[in-house]
């Protein structure tokens, strides 16, 4: 699977998670998950490359417990189970 067609999947399982998905140009400077009001709003920097882009969800998702709950493609389950090294 591209990283495009992965970016897509990552961001419809972020949106099946409840999360509003804002994609916005942030300069490269922000984006990620935050809670407002109880909301939880993820903002996807469009500055970003869409590997960065992917890495962006992928980390957000990854601390998310209920993401791997549900159905979703082998290869983005197998992206999400891999932890970012320092």
Request: glycine share 8%.
């Amino acid at each position: 699977m591209h990283t495009i067609e992965l970016l897509a999947e990552a961001l419809d399982l972020a949106a099946r998670l409840g999360w509003q998905v804002r994609q916005d140009w942030l300069d490269g400077n922000g984006g990620g998950l935050c809670e407002l009001r109880g909301r939880k709003i993820f903002f996807l920097d469009l500055a970003l490359s869409p590997g960065e882009q992917l890495d962006q969800v992928l980390d957000a998702l990854r601390r998310e417990p209920d993401a791997v709950r549900l159905p979703m493609a082998a290869s983005l389950r197998e992206l999400l189970a891999l932890r970012k090294t320092a």
